[in-house]
Structures are given as structure tokens and as C-alpha cells.
């Protein structure tokens, strides 16, 4: 039994790291960040989402991000009173809607087509998250190493940044780190097959495609992080 363990670690811990990367990302279960922040931090950005579908319900308007002004609130003298997910969850709305038009809005006909269920958007969110983290864990660590791998995973996993917004319905994080992922998946095939090298290209694509209708954040980091296992290996090749 120990032997089968020690042999199949990998496995394992990616399987270990998934379960901990859910119970951080979606109940800050380990404390990585106060639960002031868990709650609040870039909640702003989730609103462009809620306050959209709540005019979407309420006022049979188009999908679009967004926000409602609100002027009974002052959100400079009264920061305690922003709380944007009670809004959602009590059909709050008041003032006009400002349409968000910097991006498509991906994000917002996805939460439709869950019917809204914030939580479980958020749920499913952290789910995803989680997932993909487990896997580059798991490629990576047969590429490199398992050591570097988990050292590399458990910053990310465990990082103060990206734990409060793991679960964020407008940013879907997911989506940040998949290209990364499909580059490690394709990398050592790409050389065997030209083939290979030209599904790389159609999924990073379509990838780079659904991040781009969800919003430009930190689009041309994705894309540089997405070549690292490319160049990697064609440096380690050269030797």
C-alpha cells in the first residue's frame, strides 16, 4: 500500500491539492486572507455581473454589465453599507443603470445560463480553479519536478491575491491559467507531430478567444505565460 502511494504520489497530491484549492478559494477555509477581505475584496468587479442580471430580471432589459447608481448610498462615507452580493440576493436596485461597455461580458451569459445562482457560479468557479491548478501541478511535476511543482502550486493556491477573487463571477479565474496548461499538455508533442503543434494552436486560440469575451485583464501576461513551457523546452533542446 505504501509502495503504491510513494509510486503514484503525484497523483496523489494533485488530488490533495484540488481538495484544499476548493475549501481555500470557495470558504477561505485556511485563513489566507481575513474574512473582511474574503468577502469584499473586488466585489466592485462581481457587481458589473450582478447588478447586469438584476436589470436583466427586474427591468427586462438586454444582458449587459453594469451598475446601478444607487445615490441613497454614499459609497465614500458610508463604505460599510457597499455590500453588492446583499443587493443581488435582496433584488436591491435604485438610480439608472450605467452600461460597462470596456468589455463583451462572456461572464454575464454565463451566469444566465446557471439562472443566476450566484453560489453556485461562485462554486463552480473555485471548482474549475482548482481543477486546472491540480493538473499543471500534476504535468509539471513530470516534467521538472515534483518539489518545484508543489512549491510553485501551493503560492498560487495559497496566494492572498488570488484567493479573495478565485471564486469572482466576473473574473473566472480559470480562465487565467488554462493557456499555461494547454502549452505543458502539448509541449513534448508538438515536436513529434506537426499535427499536434496545430490543435496547440486551435485550443490556445479558442482559449484566448473566451477570455477576450470575458474581459482584457492581464491578457498579454496570459500569453507570455502560455510560451514558457514552449521556450523551455526548446532551450533545453538546444543543449
Do not use: C
Not at 26 to 50: A, H, K
Not at 92 to 98: A, C, H, L, S
Not at 122 to 131: D, M, P
Amino acid at each position: 500500500m505504501v509502495i503504491k502511494i510513494i509510486k503514484n504520489r503525484d497523483l496523489y497530491a494533485a488530488l490533495l491539492i484540488v481538495i484544499f484549492s476548493i475549501f481555500n478559494f470557495n470558504y477561505n477555509l485556511f485563513y489566507v486572507v481575513s474574512n473582511e477581505r474574503f468577502d469584499y475584496f473586488q466585489v466592485e468587479s462581481e457587481q458589473f455581473v450582478l447588478d447586469g442580471y438584476l436589470n436583466y430580471k427586474l427591468n427586462q432589459a438586454d444582458l449587459k454589465l453594469g451598475q446601478f447608481t444607487r445615490p441613497s448610498i454614499d459609497m465614500f462615507n458610508e463604505g460599510e453599507k457597499y455590500k453588492p452580493r446583499q443587493w443581488y440576493f435582496n433584488n436591491f436596485v435604485e438610480g439608472e443603470f450605467w452600461e460597462y461597455k470596456s468589455h463583451f461580458g462572456l461572464q454575464l451569459l454565463i451566469f444566465d445560463f446557471f439562472n443566476g445562482d450566484l453560489r453556485l457560479v461562485q462554486t463552480l468557479a473555485s471548482l474549475l480553479l482548482s481543477l486546472v491548478l491540480g493538473s499543471i501541478f500534476y504535468i509539471l511535476s513530470k516534467i521538472i519536478s515534483f518539489q518545484f511543482s508543489l512549491v510553485l502550486i501551493l503560492s498560487i493556491v495559497f496566494n492572498p491575491w488570488i484567493t479573495p477573487i478565485a471564486r469572482n463571477s466576473y473574473f473566472l479565474l480559470f480562465i487565467y491559467f488554462i493557456p499555461f496548461l494547454v502549452s505543458l499538455f502539448f509541449v513534448k508533442k508538438i515536436n513529434l507531430k506537426k499535427s499536434q503543434l496545430i490543435k496547440m494552436l486551435i485550443v490556445l486560440y479558442l482559449i484566448f478567444l473566451i477570455k477576450s469575451l470575458i474581459g482584457y485583464d492581464y491578457l498579454s501576461t496570459i500569453v507570455l505565460i502560455s510560451m514558457i513551457p514552449i521556450v523551455f523546452f526548446a532551450m533545453k533542446n538546444r543543449r
